[in-house]
């Protein structure tokens, strides 16, 4: 198959993880055939300086032709301690996420056996741990309008809204999920308190009655935050809004052992966005220490959703959990049992998990 792909590197660590994925995904396609072909555009930061503007028309343009995009990460510190900056990185990725119509946000997490040390967390609470998040991702509070500091400076409103088809939409898509696996969904939400989440909840209800098969537990979100580290197995697939989506998966990080291995999965009618949960992470940057293996995974689900590449998407996620078997980690990812040796720069763990791909050829 013949496959485009663009690669929004974005800020950061962002190049340095995505050139990995970019690397993984040629191999796979010299392996099985396909054709992969890598364009690279602007988003964030990097694109506020060289255009202007955080995403340009042209790059919005290029990305709803192609089949797949790769993303690494938007941010940079300059902005975040200036409330008053009026353009600001991350709003490149709230746009292209609503100009590509990217509802669906899926953020699997796993815990890998090898990295249940690197968590903060019992290994005993986290082991078997196995579940979806289906996070909204073009709606809620992130794009209610009015949205506006008051002229006296001194109040600010951001608005929440979600409309039927929005919810229904993306709880359509966790059920079919849930319907593959073990059947269980939660949808999180305020319901006690919030009009919107009412609607959530009602609309998740009536929606529930086609899926008969499937359990459905409401759940509000100051729970589900304790729930989520009280119990990881009891969830199968967490449906819920934007914000409460955000907050949860950071959460949800420590249950698969660093931010470093999230991958994620942003969906809607068309193409897709593929890219890794944590941020730009600034701090890191240009230092050869970040962790590519988010990247990686999500370019298996990349191979997986948007190209229907099951086998492919496997040869990746195998070849991570090899390479974990064997000691190698990354520091996010090293604990106090790993062989200081081991402990490899983002370019050493790519390599080692190349060759691992290479050599199951
Ligand atoms: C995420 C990020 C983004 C979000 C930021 C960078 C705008 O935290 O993808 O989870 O809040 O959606
Ligand atoms: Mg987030």
Request: charged share 25%.
């Amino acid at each position: 198959m013949n496959k485009n792909i663009i690669v929004l590197a974005g800020d950061g660590i962002g190049k340095e993880v995505t050139q990995w994925g970019v690397k993984v995904l040629q191999e796979i396609a010299d392996q099985f055939g396909h054709t992969f072909t890598f364009e690279e555009a602007l988003i964030g930061h990097s694109a506020i300086v060289a255009e202007g503007a955080p995403l340009s028309d042209e790059t919005i343009e290029r990305c709803k032709k192609a089949d797949a995009i790769l993303l690494g990460a938007v941010g940079h510190p300059m902005y975040d301690n200036d409330p008053s900056a009026k353009v600001r990185p991350e709003q490149g990725l709230l746009k292209i996420r609503k100009e590509l119509g990217l509802y669906s946000n899926i953020r699997p997490i796993k815990i890998f056996d090898e990295l249940i040390g690197a968590s903060s967390l019992k290994p005993e609470i986290l082991r078997g741990a196995d579940f979806l998040f289906y996070r909204e991702l073009v709606s809620g509070i992130y794009f209610g309008r009015p949205r506006e500091r008051f002229n006296d400076g001194n109040s600010a409103k951001d608005t929440k809204v979600y409309h039927r088809y929005e919810v229904e939409r993306i709880a359509r898509q966790a059920f079919d999920a849930a319907r593959t696996r073990r059947k269980i969904l939660h949808s999180i939400d305020k319901a006690n308190v919030l009009e919107s989440s009412r609607l959530w909840r009602e609309t998740v209800q009536v929606l529930s009655t086609e899926y008969p098969d499937v359990t459905v537990t409401h759940m509000f979100v100051d729970n589900a935050a304790m729930q989520l580290i009280r119990d990881p197995l009891q969830f199968d697939v967490i449906l819920t809004g934007n914000m409460f989506g955000d907050i949860l998966s950071d959460e949800a990080s420590q249950i698969a052992g660093s931010l470093g291995m999230l991958a994620s999965a942003s969906v809607g009618d068309k193409v897709g966005i593929y890219e890794p949960i944590h941020g730009s992470a600034p701090d890191i940057a240009g230092k050869n220490i970040a962790n590519p293996l988010a990247t990686i995974l999500s370019t298996a689900l990349m191979l997986d959703i948007s190209f229907g590449m099951k086998e492919e998407a496997n040869t990746v996620i195998d070849a991570v959990d090899q390479l974990l078997k064997s000691g190698y980690r990354t520091s996010d990812i090293a604990d106090s049992t790993t062989d200081k040796n081991q402990i490899l720069g983002t370019k050493e763990i790519g390599n080692k998990l190349l060759n691992i791909i290479k050599n199951n050829k």
